[in-house]
């Protein structure tokens, strides 16, 4: 069965630490993805990779950075959290089939709160 | 730029009734369309996509969803709502780019006894 799992389920933190959300996959896909959730915006992509070191910016990429140093682990840094980063945070993996759309397979997601 | 409205934030359906969620997107090519499902506290389960073919798509949990090009629309239907299916759902377009997807706002779909 696949899975994408994430490190935390709930995280609470305080302002200006720095955080680390870890999510691994167990698919050995290629490409993953870190959204943020919030109410009445839907998902919004943050950063995505596609290959090992290879990181692209999504939609809202400020505040946030990422790191891919191995194919099945891909992580989300909050250098200095901040009040505004308080949401849930879903990670995903998808295959790259070339040509087509694929499914993305969801983790259950970190609900961070920043104090 | 592709785009994804699902234009009924909330839903509320009796248990035993039909139920219709509305999704329209806007893509210049072929879309590759997806419904999601999400629990309370949960990520997000695929129900069905579509990518081409037959346009009345079947997934799980007894959801179907029919594509129209004619009107930009992938809307999700069921014709029994169980009390479990009480979840907030996303419709999503793959994008341009490879291998993303572009969601919807999401509907919270809520089931009365």
């Known amino acids: 069965d696949v899975k994408v799992t994430q490190s935390s389920r709930y995280l609470v933190k305080r302002t200006g630490e720095k955080v680390f959300l870890e999510c691994v996959q167990d698919m050995d896909h290629e490409n993953m993805f870190w959204y943020r959730q919030d109410p009445g915006l839907g998902l919004r992509l943050i950063y995505f990779s596609y290959d090992v070191k290879m990181k692209e910016k999504g939609d809202i990429p400020e505040g946030y950075s990422v790191s891919r140093e191995k194919k099945e682990r891909f992580s989300l840094i909050l250098e200095s959290a901040s009040t505004n980063q308080t949401s849930m945070y879903l990670c995903?993996?998808?295959?790259?089939?070339?040509?087509?759309?694929?499914?993305?397979?969801f983790g259950p997601g970190t609900r961070l709160t920043v104090l | 730029a592709q785009s994804v409205t699902q234009p009924d934030i909330h839903i509320t359906v009796s248990e035993g009734a039909s139920l219709e969620l509305r999704c329209n997107y806007s893509?210049?090519?072929?879309?590759?369309l997806f419904w999601y499902v999400q629990s309370p506290g949960q990520g997000l389960q695929l129900l069905l996509k579509?990518?081409?073919?037959?346009?009345l798509v079947q997934g799980i949990k007894g959801f179907e969803a029919e594509f129209k090009r004619s009107q930009s629309s992938f809307n999700l239907r069921k014709p029994s709502v169980h009390w479990s299916d009480a979840a907030e759902y996303f419709c999503?377009?793959?994008?341009?780019?490879?291998?993303?997807?572009?969601f919807g706002t999401g509907t919270r779909l809520l089931v009365s006894p």
């Open positions: 995903a993996s998808s295959p790259p089939i070339a040509g087509s759309y694929n499914e993305q397979f």
């Open positions: 893509y210049g090519a072929t879309p590759y």
């Open positions: 579509y990518f081409s073919g037959d346009t």
């Open positions: 999503a377009v793959g994008a341009q780019d490879f291998q993303k997807l572009v």
